[in-house]
Nanobody, 123 residues
Framework: QVQLVESGGRLVQTGGSLTLSCAAS????????MGWFRQAPGKERTFVAA????????YYDHTVRGRFTISRDNAENTVSLQMNSLKPEDTAVYYC????????????????WGQGTQVTVSS
């Protein structure tokens, strides 16, 4: 079965940077689109960023575009989220997600999830 394990979350000050990592196992990694989602306290889980199977296509929520960068290493079965210029509203549990690449387009239906890693941005 697919296993996704996030790491890298911690307390950081406003304006700081942080890199989250997700290690994937139990899947043919290069067949899966990968993504990051987040859930703030008392709110629903929301999309942050996605990356295609080859890494050639990426997509970001408008709230993080220009500040966050998603990348993947198909040799290491990892996906990362580089977060810069962090704001208090970025505080959330961040989840790694995976989904098989669709037959058309590239954004998958994400159906495998990690346990999450906490990111807290202090003001």
């Amino acid at each position: 079965q697919v296993q996704l394990v996030e790491s890298g979350g911690r307390l950081v000050q406003t304006g700081g940077s942080l890199t989250l990592s997700c290690a994937a196992s139990g899947l043919t990694f290069s067949n899966y689109g990968m993504g990051w989602f987040r859930q703030a306290p008392g709110k629903e889980r929301t999309f942050v960023a996605a990356i295609s199977t080859t890494g050639g296509s990426t997509y970001y929520d408008h709230t993080v575009r220009g500040r966050f960068t998603i990348s993947r290493d198909n040799a290491e079965n990892t996906v990362s989220l580089q977060m810069n210029s962090l704001k208090p509203e970025d505080t959330a549990v961040y989840y790694c997600a995976a989904g098989l690449a669709p037959k058309t387009g590239w954004v998958p239906k994400f159906d495998s999830w990690g346990q999450g890693t906490q990111v807290t941005v202090s003001s």
